[in-house]
Nanobody, 114 residues
Framework: QVQLVESGGGLVQAGGSLRLSCASSRRIFSINPMGWYRQAPGKQRELVATITTGGSRNYADSVKGRFTISRDNAENTVYLQMNSLKPEDKGVYYC????????WGQGTQVTVSS
């Protein structure tokens, strides 16, 4: 079992920044991949970014150049640095991990005011 706990969401003005954290209950050095998804009101959950144990990163086109995903194996934490936030980035952000099965965190709300 892997428990994921997100933090760092909040309200920010357009153009601002937030850093989301996802703390894992288990060591993440072998969890592959980990990542972030988001869900806006009335929309399906969508991929934001993923990162493999080897450090390969994948981003949604809508966040490329603005968001950066990273992982700290010593802290068992995955981060999402979000810069130049736009109102369309609003939603609940979920941490994701795959280790024999899919795991999800409870989500953290991100609101971007225009």
């Amino acid at each position: 079992q892997v428990q994921l706990v997100e933090s760092g969401g909040g309200l920010v003005q357009a153009g601002g920044s937030l850093r989301l954290s996802c703390a894992s209950s288990r060591r993440i050095f072998s969890i592959n991949p980990m990542g972030w998804y988001r869900q806006a009101p009335g929309k399906q959950r969508e991929l934001v970014a993923t990162i493999t144990t080897g450090g390969s990163r994948n981003y949604a086109d809508s966040v490329k150049g603005r968001f950066t995903i990273s992982r700290d194996n010593a802290e068992n934490t995955v981060y999402l640095q979000m810069n130049s936030l736009k109102p369309e980035d609003k939603g609940v952000y979920y941490c994701y991990a795959f280790q024999d099965r899919h795991y999800w965190g409870q989500g953290t709300q991100v609101t971007v005011s225009s």
